[in-house]
């Protein structure tokens, strides 16, 4: 157990991975279907392409192998999955997807003491409220998960309040991704939902909702630190490789992120993630290293790393540790 060493005797919680499903194939399929309607055959080809690139890029820069083409079942991977965080030595998983809100809490009911877990389904659905409160109260699910760059219509949208309201209700976390889209070719398909700040007005109505907006952002850090600035119930978290960072038209890296996140933002609202997911990576190890790396060079306290990579995710999903 390499990590126990690494960590510092730290309790690791990893707020933001996405389990791997036999049926993730079939998501590939109608995500595909989606770009396809909207952009035709060609294009969306052309799209996949550009995707694949990225990833490719992505792993090279990393060392990461590409995603093993063998699919187990469902079962055999969450076995997988629990040995691989008992190898590197981390406490849990908070998986944000997983095949659906059914199929992941059956992934999560065989090794409650490793995994937790969160709703995603269409927000759009008008039955979304009932299937969050159904998620929540029968399933034990966690919170909700939704990807806000893929969504048709505005995430600010009224018509969707009675969502939050559920939320409120629920006393859950949401965790809502904002900015480019690292796989599927990076595009939107509404470009206000790209900016955190599309939440203001519903960060505002619901203040007890914590909100916690992925990857720094993904590319919106300035809209994303107004949000952070006006709004005490936004969360960020620190999942994935943060690429595209590269994109920024000024000079940024992951030290100067976490220093400007913890002299604005502040430990207490700030959560470790790693978006990990498939194997033979499993749960990526070396985006933990150089977050805690570069956490205990910039002087950053035990007790706030402590918060960060532990406290601040058992506090949102209410877990002892
Ligand atoms: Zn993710």
Redesign the pocket.
Known sequence: MEGHTIFNGLKVIDF?A?FPTANWLDWRVSWRQRLVERYGEKNTQMLMEQSARNGEEMRKLWGFKPPEPEIRSDEEQASKWATDLIEKGVSRVNF?TGGGNENLATIIKQYPEKFTGFAHHNIFSNDAAIKLEYAVKKLMLKGYKIIASSQREPIDEKSIYPVWEMAEKLEIPILI?FGILGGGGGMALDLRNMNPLTLWEVAKMFPRIPFVI?HFGAGYLRELLQLCWSCPNIYVDT??SNRWMRWMPFEINLKLLFRKAIETIGPNRLIFGS?SSYFPRGFSLSYLREQLRICRSIGLEEESIEKIFQKNAAKLLKIDV
């Open positions: 933001h996405h944000v991704h992925p999942s994935g978006d």
